[in-house]
């Protein structure tokens, strides 16, 4: 599967993004979806995840209840409503596919796209 992460941009503390993921192929339902970001000198990190059919969801403790990740299989689409966004959520986001059940964990992904930016201002 390919995947294409859109939606970033320059944003004020406090306010909102909503990071769109577009996934090719016919067996996109069938994934568990991931978002993790990467800030300069970071390791990449989890930041949500959506089960196969959108039952389950995962946070990272540091975005709960700011955002939200859903899904379309209809539009084999992941979605990440960011809101209430603080500088220390600058990072490249990258989306992910994994078949594994562990979707909280890096390691289970096997497809990856290739990162947007967010850039929040103080």
């Known amino acids: 599967v390919q995947l294409q992460a859109y939606g970033g941009g320059l944003v004020q503390a406090g306010g909102s993004l909503r990071l769109s993921c577009a996934a090719s192929?016919?067996?996109?339902?069938?994934?568990?979806m991931g978002w993790f970001r990467q800030a300069p000198g970071k390791e990449r990190e989890f930041v949500a995840s959506?089960?196969?059919?959108?039952?389950?969801?995962y946070y990272a403790d540091s975005v709960k209840g700011r955002f939200t990740i859903s899904r379309d299989n209809a539009k084999n689409t992941v979605y990440l409503q960011m809101s209430s966004l603080k500088p220390e959520d600058t990072a490249v986001y990258y989306c992910a596919a994994a078949t594994g059940i562990a979707i909280s964990q890096k390691r289970t992904y096997n497809y990856w796209g290739q990162g947007t930016q967010v850039t929040v201002s103080s």
């Open positions: 959506i089960s196969w059919s959108g039952g389950s969801t």
């Open positions: 192929g016919r067996t996109f339902s069938s994934y568990g």
